[in-house]
């Protein structure tokens, strides 16, 4: 049987069709696991092998996980591929529910790569750090505008440290700004103290990735950004090619082109939004390496000083990504020749 599952915030709308696409079950349930073992134990009745089919968004991991470890098998679908393949003039839970039964049936799905549970575990570090990371910068530019707000310079490269925390105790700001600078340094600090932590956790854990070592070797890269890179990846053998490997990235243009006319768009922005800021973090510092910094500077004058910079750190971004699927396909380190030489062919 194959079962369509349409997922939102407090249901999950079931439908479920046999071999000849006649309709069995339509149901819907909570998506917590009593009620999914309730659900496995009604379609179970039937007494057959059951595929289901459910919409990538969260909380669809849990669900498809819960009803793998009763027996059934579970694919995630794209979102966005699956309205494409099945375009509605009528959307509801229980029209997107048969659709993917449908799908299901007819072996239709545009199933997703899903990582194993330690590459999940991998993908949460990283991402943790990342977001603890955010929410400094966001404290960090808080304080720089109430300094601004209040006519008072900076100048101390890093106000932050220790000239800059005695530049702060010296200001004479007003109430009630003056308790939420002191808040928001007391936050930085607790802040520093957890990313650190963070950090020694993934160095302790990546000392033995198969990956991390290689990563490393490339321009722009260490301990963080390698780790962070490896997790989003997963397994390398899923790209067939260095261009399947840069398009997951979400780093390239959307395309559309329609007999002699071809027309370039933004970046797709598909993909996980973590290893594009990983890359991006990483060509920062690769446009200054003696491989990538003539094409980044070539570029950015070639586009101008209004968006120079981002377009050329977003091309060298793509750049490290090509590189990165020749070292790791080949389990090979960076080498400037060969590395950029295959880069520039792909």
């Not at 709308?13 to 696991?33: F, K, M, N, Y």
């Not at 900076?154 to 939420?180: H, K, M, N, Q």
């Not at 977003?314 to 020749?326: F, G, K, M, P, Q």
Request: with cysteine.
């Amino acid at each position: 049987m194959y079962a369509g599952l349409d997922l939102s915030r407090q249901r999950l709308d079931v439908h479920v069709l046999d071999e000849d696409g006649r309709t069995v079950e339509v149901t819907a349930v909570h998506p917590d696991a009593d009620a999914l073992r309730t659900l496995v134990s009604i379609v179970g009745r039937h007494g057959q092998e059951v595929t289901a089919t459910i919409e990538s968004m969260n909380g669809a991991r849990f669900v498809r996980d819960q009803l793998e470890l009763a027996g059934w098998d579970v694919e995630i679908a794209d979102a966005v591929k699956v309205k494409g393949l099945a375009p509605l003039a009528a959307k509801t839970d229980r029209i997107d529910a048969r659709v993917l039964a449908e799908l299901g049936r007819r072996d239709l799905v545009p199933a997703i790569w899903l990582p194993d549970p330690e590459t999940r575990a991998e993908r949460e570090r990283a991402r943790f750090r990342l977001h603890l990371a955010r929410h400094r910068t966001a404290l960090k530019n808080r304080v720089h505008a109430t300094l601004i707000a209040f006519g008072h310079p900076v100048p101390v490269s890093d106000l932050f440290g220790v000239a800059g925390r005695e530049l702060l105790a010296s200001l004479a700001i007003p109430e009630p700004w003056a308790t939420t600078l002191a808040t928001s340094l007391r936050f930085v600090d607790e802040l520093d103290a957890q990313i650190d932590g963070c950090e020694r956790e993934l160095r302790a854990l990546g000392a033995d990735h198969p990956d991390i070592g290689l990563l490393r070797t490339v321009p722009g890269i260490a301990w963080v950004l390698g780790y962070t890179i490896a997790s989003e990846i997963g397994d390398i053998g899923r790209f067939s090619s260095a261009k399947k490997l840069a398009g997951y990235t979400g780093l390239c243009p959307l395309v559309r082109q329609s007999g002699g006319r071809d027309d370039r768009g933004p970046l797709a922005k598909n993909g996980p939004k973590y290893l594009r800021w990983a890359l991006i973090e990483a060509a920062t510092h690769a446009a200054r390496h003696p491989v990538y910094k003539e094409r980044y500077e070539r570029n950015k004058r070639r586009l101008g000083r209004q968006r120079g910079s981002k377009v050329a750190r977003v091309d060298i971004a793509r750049e490290l990504s090509t590189a990165i699927w020749h070292m790791l396909t080949r389990r090979e380190p960076f080498a400037p020749g060969r590395s950029h030489e295959s880069t520039l062919v792909a």
